[in-house]
Nanobody, 126 residues
Framework: QVQLVESGGGLVQAGGSLRLSCAAS????????MGWFRQAPGREREFVAA????????YYADSVKGRFTISRDNAKNMVTLQMDNLKPEDTAVYYC???????????????????WGQGTQVTVSS
């Protein structure tokens, strides 16, 4: 079992920055990808970013490329999402996600992940 706790959400003006953190406890993450997803009211959950736990390979949604940066700290079992130049359309609840042991599938897709955090609200005002 893996428990995920997100932090760092809040209210920011357009053009501002926020840094989200996700702390994982329980089973040590040693393979696969950790991901961030978001869900805005009335919309489906969508992929934001993912990072390979062993080699650090990253994936980003086109809508956040060049503005968001995902990173991980293997020693602390933590992943962060630095969000710069935020836009009102970034407003959503952001979720951290972790895979099961021996994950299969595509890291940019929600079914790849088994464990989800409770979410943290990000609101960007215009």
């Amino acid at each position: 079992q893996v428990q995920l706790v997100e932090s760092g959400g809040g209210l920011v003006q357009a053009g501002g920055s926020l840094r989200l953190s996700c702390a994982a406890s329980g089973r040590t993450i040693s393979s696969g990808y950790m991901g961030w997803f978001r869900q805005a009211p009335g919309r489906e959950r969508e992929f934001v970013a993912a990072i390979g736990w062993s080699r650090g390979k990253t994936y980003y949604a086109d809508s956040v490329k060049g503005r968001f940066t995902i990173s991980r700290d293997n020693a602390k079992n933590m992943v962060t999402l630095q969000m710069d130049n935020l836009k009102p359309e970034d407003t959503a609840v952001y979720y951290c996600a972790a895979p099961p042991f021996g994950p299969v599938g595509v890291a940019t897709s929600a079914p790849y992940y088994t464990y989800w955090g409770q979410g943290t609200q990000v609101t960007v005002s215009s």
